[in-house]
């Protein structure tokens, strides 16, 4: 993309509604634009991260077994009432009536609306394990919706559901999540810790947040120090074999690691060294569930188990929260001139940046380099304003792209561009060919 054809609308001054610097970085970063108290239209720049995450969550799920389809965002109220649900969510819930009357909402999630149609399509045992999925955006009535796309009224989430014939097979489902779970943030560049929650209106009291450590964060939590030291990795885990997702499982939660809601000070102090004990602040970035035949009993969502008896399918719902996940990443990932994206989120995979416009010898290495790069499958952001090299660095800078190549006359003149990492601020001189070897090498398999 040349960035004279593009639609990026950065801020010169920093918005003074915004008190947290990833909601600051977006609106100056021409990522977002507020249409009304927490919601936001995703602007060409924000609309690339978003889909980014999208990719990553789609491909982790698909990774473990899970399967993706889409279901509304309008839901029909009636199907709350069976669950018992209508009331309980209270005013956080958006209600609608249609022009005949009839009671309707914007979706807050999805338990009831996919029991509806697993019971109109599945009744035998041998259909089972299923595990669907879908990433549509959902509403609720925050009381105070702030901070950007990080309390939102609207946002995107991926809420995935299982359908088990029991209980053991259903823990089996929440353990295949929390290892996607994992997959799909450290790909994302960030690390993010499963903590003992509380069901809240979903309901279970089995139940995960995953919480990325931030002091922006609206989460108090406790953990042992130690838990930050385990890494997922590139491990290839066998998402059909129960020992090895529980072994995930257990290495993940073994440590003492809750939110406020859940939190025992007599178990911390029981169970972790003092000089280990933390108490912090975090984004939830997902949250995983096991409730049992909560719904599947109140919806009639039953199968004729291998016994020939019908029986409630045991059920749990795993959500992510998409659009929170950008401004979770920045607040894990900035400095004091912008963003710093990591590589498996970055809107494009480099920059490039001509100092000197209408040079013939640096347009034409510009351009070559784009083309270069664009034929290896890799997208640049070319900088090819007539402005000062200051005002683009800043921009680069403040967008946060993880790799700039930056061409000027003088060093074309000794053959050599210059290639800076945005994270370290290291910078080499290497000829054009070897910067788009590298920038391919960067981000193979990726
Ligand atoms: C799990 C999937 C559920 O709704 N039902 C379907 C379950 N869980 S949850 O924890 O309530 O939400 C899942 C994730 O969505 C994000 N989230 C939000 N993001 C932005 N703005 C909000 N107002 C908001 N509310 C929830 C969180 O990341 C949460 O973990």
Redesign the pocket.
Known sequence: MRLTRYFLPVLKETPSEAQIVSHRLMLRAGMIKQASA?IYSWLPLGYKVLKRIEQIVHEEQIRAGHIPMLMPTLQSADLWRESGRYDDYGQEMLRITDRHGRDMLYG????ELITDIFRAHVSSYKDLPLTLYHIQW?F?D?IR?RFG?????E?L?K???NFDLDKDAALHAYNRHLVSYLRSYERMGLQAIPMRADG?P?GGDYTH??LVLAETGESEVFYDSAITDLKFGDRAVDYDSVPECQAVLEEFTSRYARTDETHDAAAFAAQVPEARRRTARGI??????YFGTKYSEAMGATVVGPDGQRTPVHMG?????V??LLGAIIEASHDERGIIWPEGVTPFHCGIVNLKQGDAAADAACEGLYKALTAKGLEPLYDDRAERAGAKFATMDLIGLPWRITVGPRGLEKGVVELTSRRSGESEEISPEAAVDRIAQIYAGR
């Open positions: 927490g807050p999630t999805n338990e959902k609720r925050e919706p796309v990080m309390r939102g009224r946002f989430m809420d995935g559901y809240g979903i947040e995953f939830e970035v997902g949250q995983i569930f719902s795993h959500g992510i929260g659009s929170r």
